[in-house]
C-alpha cells in the first residue's frame, strides 16, 4: 500500500471502446501538477497535455477505441506496477482549452487505425507502399497488393479499340483525394487524359471500383499511368 502523495501526473492515452480500460498510454508521463503531500478536498491545479499525430501514427490506436486524459496520482512508484493506494479519488475536470495546431489527415488517421507509422514503407511486404495501399483500399497488415493493383485489358467496341483502366478508388466522401489517368506514347512525355466512358461498381461503403476507358483510335501505341494526388 502507497499512501505518500507527490502530485498528479496527467497524460493522453488510448481506451478501449468496449470496457473504456486504459490500453496505452500515448503522451509520456511528464505532465505534472499538484506537489502537496497531503491533499485536501477542492485542491485545484493545471494541467496542458500535447500529442502530434507522428507519435498517434507511431503508437497505433485501434479501430474504433477512444483518445483521452488519464489522470494518475503520483506516490513515486512506476506507473501501472500493478500496486495499490489507500484512497478512491475522485477527479474533476473543466475550463478545457483544445489547441490544434495543423490537422491529421485521412492518410495519417488511416495508418493509426491500422498500426503502421511510415507511408513509403512497405509494412505487409508485399510490394506496395502503405500510401498506394490507402488509396486503393487495401490492408497495409496483410499481402493483398495482387488483389488490389489496378489492370489493363484490351477490349472492342463499337468496331472501335479501347485501352480500360481498372482500379480501386476512395469514395467522394474522402474528399481532397486525386485520381490522375496521364498517357505517353515514349515513356516520357506524359500528359493527362480526359476519359471517354468511366463506370463505377460499389464495393463497400469507402471503396469503389473503376473501369475507365480510353480510345486507341487517334493514338495507337500508347502507355497509361495512374497518378495518386493527395492534399
Given at each position: 500500500?502507497?499512501?505518500?502523495?507527490?502530485?498528479?501526473?496527467?497524460?493522453?492515452?488510448?481506451?478501449?471502446?468496449?470496457?473504456?480500460?486504459?490500453?496505452?498510454?500515448?503522451?509520456?508521463?511528464?505532465?505534472?501538477?499538484?506537489?502537496?503531500?497531503?491533499?485536501?478536498?477542492?485542491?485545484?491545479?493545471?494541467?496542458?497535455?500535447?500529442?502530434?499525430?507522428?507519435?498517434?501514427?507511431?503508437?497505433?490506436?485501434?479501430?474504433?477505441?477512444?483518445?483521452?486524459?488519464?489522470?494518475?496520482?503520483?506516490?513515486?512508484?512506476?506507473?501501472?506496477?500493478?500496486?495499490?493506494?489507500?484512497?478512491?479519488?475522485?477527479?474533476?475536470?473543466?475550463n478545457v482549452f483544445l489547441d490544434v495546431s495543423g490537422s491529421i489527415s485521412m492518410l495519417e488517421q488511416w495508418m493509426t487505425n491500422n498500426q503502421v507509422a511510415n507511408p513509403?514503407?512497405?509494412?505487409?511486404?508485399?510490394?506496395?507502399?502503405?500510401?498506394?495501399?490507402?488509396?486503393?483500399?487495401?490492408?497495409?497488415?496483410?499481402?493483398?497488393?495482387?488483389?488490389?493493383?489496378?489492370?489493363?485489358?484490351?477490349?472492342?467496341?463499337?468496331?472501335?479499340?479501347?485501352?480500360?483502366?481498372?482500379?480501386?478508388?476512395?469514395?467522394?466522401?474522402?474528399?481532397?483525394?486525386?485520381?490522375?489517368?496521364?498517357?505517353?506514347?515514349?515513356?516520357t512525355d506524359w500528359k493527362h487524359i480526359g476519359i471517354v466512358n468511366q463506370d463505377t461498381e460499389v464495393i463497400n461503403g469507402e471503396i469503389n471500383a473503376v473501369t475507365s476507358?480510353?480510345?486507341?483510335?487517334?493514338?495507337?501505341?500508347?502507355?497509361?499511368?495512374?497518378?495518386?494526388?493527395?492534399?
Amino acid at each position: 500500500m502507497h499512501d505518500t502523495h507527490k502530485g498528479f501526473i496527467v497524460g493522453l492515452a488510448e481506451f478501449s471502446s468496449t470496457d473504456g480500460s486504459l490500453v496505452q498510454r500515448i503522451a509520456d508521463d511528464t505532465n505534472t501538477f499538484g506537489n502537496t503531500s497531503d491533499p485536501t478536498p477542492g485542491e485545484r491545479g493545471f494541467f496542458e497535455v500535447t500529442v502530434t499525430s507522428e507519435e498517434l501514427a507511431s503508437k497505433g490506436v485501434g479501430p474504433g477505441n477512444r483518445i483521452g486524459i488519464f489522470i494518475h496520482r503520483n506516490n513515486g512508484d512506476p506507473l501501472y506496477d500493478g500496486s495499490t493506494t489507500t484512497t478512491n479519488d475522485t477527479y474533476f475536470i473543466d475550463n478545457v482549452f483544445l489547441d490544434v495546431s495543423g490537422s491529421i489527415s485521412m492518410l495519417e488517421q488511416w495508418m493509426t487505425n491500422n498500426q503502421v507509422a511510415n507511408p513509403l514503407s512497405d509494412s505487409d511486404g508485399d510490394g506496395m507502399d502503405n500510401r498506394t495501399e490507402y488509396f486503393f483500399g487495401g490492408n497495409p497488415t496483410l499481402a493483398d497488393a495482387s488483389e488490389i493493383r489496378p489492370h489493363f485489358r484490351m477490349v472492342q467496341d463499337e468496331e472501335k479499340d479501347w485501352i480500360e483502366l481498372v482500379y480501386r478508388k476512395r469514395s467522394n466522401a474522402q474528399l481532397g483525394l486525386e485520381y490522375s489517368i496521364e498517357s505517353s506514347a515514349t515513356l516520357t512525355d506524359w500528359k493527362h487524359i480526359g476519359i471517354v466512358n468511366q463506370d463505377t461498381e460499389v464495393i463497400n461503403g469507402e471503396i469503389n471500383a473503376v473501369t475507365s476507358r480510353v480510345s486507341m483510335e487517334e493514338q495507337p501505341a500508347r502507355f497509361l499511368r495512374l497518378q495518386l494526388m493527395e492534399p
